[in-house]
């Protein structure tokens, strides 16, 4: 256990977080379990290879587990919205596009 912990940590810091880049757009992965929801917000490069800006997650409380996948999704968003709210509203006053992708679909809205 203690040598799989070592080697998730020496891959966390050989792949760091990417700083964001207002003028591209911004990717949230949204995915939710019976019992928390995350959520991964990327960015692509040159190559279209999604880069990792931050992430979120959350547990779900005993009520929250009863919430449809839809409701813990959408709550997922609130959670995303409220941890980094500076940089949405930065970003969107430059009309930067945030796609969200959840259910193997992707949501657009662009500003």
Known sequence: MFDQLKLALKRATENPLYPLDSSKPLHLFVDASSCSVFGALTQMDDNGKHL????????????????SVIDTE????????????????????TYTQIITHYHHRVCTEER
């Open 52 to 67: 990792p800006v931050a992430f979120v997650s959350t547990k779900l409380t005993e009520i929250q587990r009863k919430w």
């Open 74 to 93: 959408a709550f997922l968003l609130i959670v995303f919205l409220r941890k980094y709210r500076e940089w949405v509203l930065g970003l969107l006053s």
